[in-house]
């Protein structure tokens, strides 16, 4: 297996170290990173030709934010790749708007890759640990599932810690050929960790375990030494969507998890990068990417804490060409008071009028109230 220097040294580095040393390792990681897509991927190279762009050009942290950002819905409609299909480890998906999907190819190395920073991130967090946890995981299924970015995310997350019992909650029924949620299934599991002596940790969609408590008006207690880690946001179920101080406080309340212990994550296929919030609830940037508001008029860059488009870059993944993401998501990036180190990413919904239906839109049809 091939190993990137730069990019092998960034991530022996700390995430949240953005002393001057951590962000030139960044910069030279990003660098060898964007010169392998432009040797190897021909649409890359002659998007940046034309753009007038080069990765030679990066000489300093400031010149990051002149890397041309391809937009999120080109890996939607075309499957782009900078290795022999043969060299492939794991294909993701994640489907998007009118059943589009995009695919994130990994070869060995990168796949090796995103699985070290995820750990290294989650460590630096504190939520990583050796002792016993039973899990609950409102996902697919990765037994069946494998290819789904979500199951994909959430049997890693398992892997941060010993592990003793994982249920998974979304599940394929043979008869109808689909996945349903077994909420029946659900409720059974949460009474029979609430009676172990080993604690929980809960993963996956917020929507889907706030309506089951709402639905069964559940009281538990998993017990202090429990976590509570969402993704996938309220997609769907805006109208429900309550603020994320009651939510926590709700789940303590209902089911005995600290609030100290609930973090929230936002990811995506595309990009990989896990950003993870603190013990006060905040994303934070770790130095694995980086993180631009752009002006959806004109693409032009915007000021520290100015809403606008986000564009994440990012320097793990030499199989999939897509360093330099534009999304069709709105945020900012602000500040935390937490003690951890860089810049934190704050969600402002997504741009445009369609309805965008991904995994977390399908996974909440599945929950019949």
């Known amino acids: 297996m091939i190993t990137h220097t730069f990019t092998n040294h960034l991530l022996e580095s700390d995430p949240f170290d953005y002393s001057q040393k951590n962000k030139e390792i960044f910069l030279n990681s990003f660098k060898e990173n964007a010169l392998h897509h432009y040797h190897k991927h021909e649409f890359t190279r002659k998007l940046w030709d034309k753009l007038g762009f080069h990765p030679d050009m990066l000489k300093s942290e400031a010149d990051l934010a002149s890397v041309p950002g391809t937009m999120v819905h080109l890996y939607k409609e075309h ?61 697919y299924d990765p037994a069946v599932a494998n290819d789904l970015g979500t199951a994909f995310t959430d049997e890693l997350l398992t892997n941060f810690t010993g592990k003793n019992e994982v249920y998974y909650a979304i599940q394929w029924n043979e008869k109808i050929q689909d996945f349903e949620l077994n909420e029946k299934g659900v409720l059974e599991t949460l009474k029979r960790f609430e009676a172990s002596d080993i604690p929980t940790r809960i993963l996956g969609f917020p929507a889907l375990l706030f309506e089951i408590i709402e639905k069964n008006n559940l009281h538990l207690n998993l017990g202090k030494d429990s976590w509570l880690q969402t993704g996938g946001g309220w997609k769907g179920k805006a109208d429900k969507e309550i603020p994320k101080h009651e939510f926590r406080k709700m789940i303590h309340d209902r089911l005995g998890i600290p609030v100290e212990h609930q973090r929230d994550l936002f990811g995506m296929v595309e990009h990989g990068i896990p950003y993870v919030d603190c013990a006060q609830g905040n994303l934070h940037i770790p130095n694995y990417a980086r993180v631009y508001t752009r002006s959806p008029r004109d693409l032009s860059l915007l000021p520290k804490g100015e809403r606008g488009l986000l564009h994440f870059l990012c320097s793990y993944n030499f199989s999939y060409p897509a360093p330099s993401l534009l999304t069709t998501d709105y945020g900012r990036v602000g500040t935390c008071t937490c003690g951890i180190k860089g810049d934190t990413l704050i969600l402002e919904g997504r741009a445009g009028v369609s309805k965008h239906k991904g995994c977390a839109l399908k996974a909440l049809e599945l929950l019949k109230v």
């Open 79 to 139: 499957e782009l790749c900078s290795v022999p299909k043969e060299e492939l480890a794991l294909v993701l998906t994640s489907s998007g708007t009118g059943g589009q999907k995009s695919q994130q190819f990994l070869d060995q190395e990168s796949l090796a890759n995103v699985k070290r920073l995820a750990l290294t991130i989650h460590q630096s967090l504190g939520m990583a640990d050796s002792r016993q946890y039973n899990y609950l995981c409102f996902t």
